[in-house]
């Protein structure tokens, strides 16, 4: 599985979930939650804003979290991790 930094700040995730084609809705986030919902045609996540765990819903069930490792490669869920969570810099040797 693939490691981050952390979690992306709120106005850098929203575009980036935008751009993959998500519209997303910050009201809960607004009134003192944690999290914010993100919408595609295809699939609906519920995300925390403040620790980036995620569960992805799809047909009314839970389809992916933020551990879900065996989608590792699945080029949807590499851009749902890309979106919320900031990239480990590896250094050049």
Known sequence: MRTFKGVR???GMVPRLEG???SVDT???DAGSDYIDACSVERS???SAFNGR???FAGGE???TESSG???GEGWYSDLLDAIYEPMEV???
């Open 9 to 11: 700040p709120l106005g």
């Open 20 to 22: 993959l084609g998500y």
């Open 27 to 29: 009201t809960r986030y």
């Open 45 to 47: 996540v519920a995300v």
């Open 54 to 56: 995620f569960s992805v």
């Open 62 to 64: 839970v389809v992916a």
């Open 70 to 72: 065996e989608l590792d």
């Open 91 to 93: 250094a050049s040797p």
